[in-house]
């Protein structure tokens, strides 16, 4: 079989994403990403750039597709606690099945240098401004209560981070059972009650394969 250039591209951004969210950016050397591609160190620039170009792209693309998928799951949801439990649930399921992809965004972003930081950075901003839009939205109706809003954002963001880091399918809950608890949680953070029916997970997982192109 013949491969083609966005074949081995492809290739390069598959071992990029695994090594960068296995061993770092800093810890993986250019013969680390050649090997996992099968490509010769020489050849590897012509489909990557730098290796600093490369992780911006990674984040970039990541980054884009939580933005996407958060517009999506919130779309025409006018009650900040139904908003808040797909805004969760959505992190927890992108979390656990693409774990590498969010390891290298939450992780990795004080690896690239100021000018490449400043749009990556940009993108983070404009995902966690739905969330922060929620939070405010939801404390003006009085749904929410925290004189924190800032703080309570982050907290939330960092709890559902951690999924990346410790989820597997073999566990006591299943995938849909942890997402319903941490929105239950993160209501408990705001002091109201948020629920996750099964319409909204179900939505919210399919908008997750849809947007990373992955069934799991």
Request: proline share 3%.
């Amino acid at each position: 079989m013949v491969l083609t250039g966005n074949d081995s591209r492809e290739r390069v951004r598959r071992a990029a994403v695994k090594l960068f969210a296995d061993k770092g950016f800093h810890g993986t050397g250019i013969r680390d990403l050649a090997s996992a591609a099968k490509l010769s160190s020489a050849s590897l620039y012509h489909y990557m750039g730098t290796k600093e170009e490369l992780l911006a792209e990674l984040m970039d693309a990541s980054l884009r597709r939580l933005v996407t998928a958060a517009d999506e799951v919130t779309a025409g949801v006018p009650a900040p606690a139904a908003r808040l439990s797909r805004l969760v649930a959505l992190h927890v399921f992108t979390h656990a099945l693409q774990p590498d992809e969010t390891k290298v965004v939450d992780n990795e972003v004080r690896a690239l240098s100021p000018a490449a930081r400043r749009p990556v950075v940009a993108l983070r901003d404009g995902y966690e401004a739905r969330w922060a839009s929620v939070l405010e939205d939801g404390v003006e109706a009085g749904v929410f209560d925290t004189d924190q809003p800032s703080a309570t954002r982050l907290a939330l963001l960092e709890m559902c981070n951690g999924v990346a880091r410790w989820y597997s399918p073999r566990g006591k809950l299943s995938l849909d059972e942890l997402a319903a608890h941490y929105a239950r949680l993160a209501g408990r953070m705001l002091g109201c009650e948020v629920a996750s029916d099964r319409a909204d997970l179900a939505q919210c997982r399919a908008v997750v394969a849809r947007v990373w192109g992955s069934g799991r």
